[in-house]
């Protein structure tokens, strides 16, 4: 089949990838424009198109899709297929209706649950125990479209929204291709996405701050799931204290006010919260490498009834 490929970050390269492997003839993929990094202000190149240049296919990166001459380019191309991962932005009705087997999506839930851009991370923040990822024929709506093909996936007890990404990607690009297949050989019949549909919301850093005063098994939850981005955070003694790794206290001793540190070993810190006790067993201070809390009390005093937050 003749493609375009629309998609930006490291979850839409493993499917780019595969469609190339499969045999597909990728014409262009459109992506996201460069970005500047750091305090240099170097601009970086979206992984899809690092990929994408790779194979020397041509790569256009409009900032607004609609508003640019790269419909033109489409309409000259004449894919058989867009398939669309993680582009981040909205398609227009006349690229929508373009392509002979229409606009095809890659979308890491079990739709029509968290459609939106962070399915992956509120999977694991909600402690769900499956996830897994939909193909779909898009339309004008935010991932509202019938459904291809579905693929479930068991989350892991200690399952991360860094775990879980790396696992759907890999998932979402096997299910592409049997898609794709399936599509050329006209045996998909477009289902139409039924039940309670919600909406996973984008990521910022606020989302990230820990308060205390929810259940431990609640925070340990967002602890993963904002593992590696953005991450989930408090504060020490005025830095920013970063908490990459923890476990829950079921039934601590005692009755210390939520977001005080309660005990020390070099197993973990342990801070009371609303419901349960938080073991802290990996962070990073503001300012120094991520450790183990007992690397970190090695070099760091902490005292009972030191207060986080």
Same mark, same amino acid.
């Given at each position: 089949?003749?493609?375009?490929?629309?998609?930006?970050?490291?979850?839409? /390269?493993?499917? %780019?990838?595969?469609?190339?492997?499969?045999?597909?003839?990728?014409?262009? /993929?459109?992506?996201?424009?460069?970005?500047?990094?750091?305090?240099?202000?170097?601009?970086?190149?979206?992984?899809? &198109?690092?990929?994408? #240049? =790779?194979?020397?296919?041509?790569?256009?990166?409009?900032?607004?899709?609609?508003?640019?001459?790269?419909?033109?380019?489409?309409?000259?191309?004449?894919?058989?297929?867009?398939?669309?991962?993680?582009?981040?932005?909205?398609?227009?009705?006349?690229?929508?209706?373009?392509?002979?087997?229409?606009?095809?999506?890659?979308?890491?839930?079990?739709?029509? +649950?968290?459609?939106?851009?962070?399915?992956?991370?509120?999977?694991?923040?909600?402690?769900? =125990?499956?996830?897994?990822?939909?193909?779909? %024929?898009?339309?004008?709506?935010?991932?509202?479209?019938?459904?291809?093909?579905?693929?479930?996936?068991?989350?892991?007890? +200690?399952?991360?929204?860094?775990? #879980?990404?790396?696992?759907?990607?890999?998932?979402?690009?096997?299910?592409?291709?049997?898609?794709?297949?399936?599509?050329?050989?006209?045996?998909?019949?477009?289902?139409?996405?039924?039940?309670?549909?919600?909406?996973?919301? &984008?990521?910022? &850093?606020? %989302?990230?701050?820990?308060?205390?005063?929810?259940?431990?098994?609640?925070?340990?939850?967002?602890?993963?799931?904002?593992?590696?981005?953005?991450?989930?955070?408090?504060?020490?003694?005025?830095?920013?204290?970063?908490?990459?790794?923890?476990?829950?206290?079921?039934?601590?001793?005692?009755?210390?006010?939520?977001?005080? /540190?309660?005990?020390?070993?070099?197993?973990?810190?342990?801070?009371?919260?609303?419901?349960?006790?938080?073991?802290?067993? =990996?962070?990073?201070?503001?300012?120094?490498?991520?450790?183990?809390?007992?690397?970190?009390?090695?070099?760091?005093?902490? +005292?009972?009834?030191?207060?986080?937050?």
């Amino acid at each position: 089949m003749r493609v375009v490929f629309m998609g930006t970050p490291d979850f839409a /390269v493993g499917t %780019l990838d595969a469609i190339i492997r499969a045999g597909h003839e990728v014409e262009a /993929v459109i992506t996201q424009p460069d970005k500047p990094h750091g305090r240099s202000g170097k601009l970086v190149f979206p992984p899809v &198109k690092e990929k994408a #240049l =790779e194979y020397n296919i041509p790569v256009y990166q409009p900032v607004k899709l609609r508003q640019s001459d790269v419909i033109d380019k489409l309409k000259e191309i004449n894919p058989d297929v867009i398939v669309v991962v993680a582009f981040g932005q909205i398609l227009p009705t006349s690229v929508l209706e373009l392509p002979r087997y229409g606009c095809v999506n890659v979308h890491a839930s079990l739709l029509p +649950k968290y459609r939106g851009a962070a399915p992956i991370q509120w999977a694991v923040i909600n402690g769900d =125990e499956e996830s897994g990822v939909t193909t779909m %024929l898009m339309n004008d709506g935010i991932d509202t479209g019938d459904m291809l093909k579905v693929r479930r996936y068991k989350l892991a007890p +200690k399952e991360t929204g860094g775990s #879980l990404f790396d696992k759907l990607s890999i998932l979402g690009a096997g299910l592409l291709i049997e898609t794709l297949d399936d599509l050329e050989k006209g045996v998909l019949t477009p289902v139409p996405q039924t039940g309670e549909a919600t909406y996973a919301g &984008k990521l910022d &850093k606020s %989302l990230g701050h820990i308060d205390f005063m929810h259940p431990a098994a609640e925070i340990e939850r967002l602890i993963r799931g904002l593992n590696p981005w953005p991450s989930a955070y408090t504060s020490l003694d005025g830095k920013t204290l970063k908490i990459w790794q923890a476990d829950v206290d079921a039934s601590p001793d005692t009755d210390k006010a939520p977001g005080t /540190v309660y005990a020390f070993d070099k197993n973990g810190i342990y801070v009371m919260t609303g419901d349960g006790g938080l073991i802290i067993r =990996e962070l990073q201070l503001e300012g120094r490498k991520r450790m183990s809390a007992g690397d970190f009390l090695r070099g760091y005093t902490i +005292k009972e009834d030191t207060v986080l937050g």
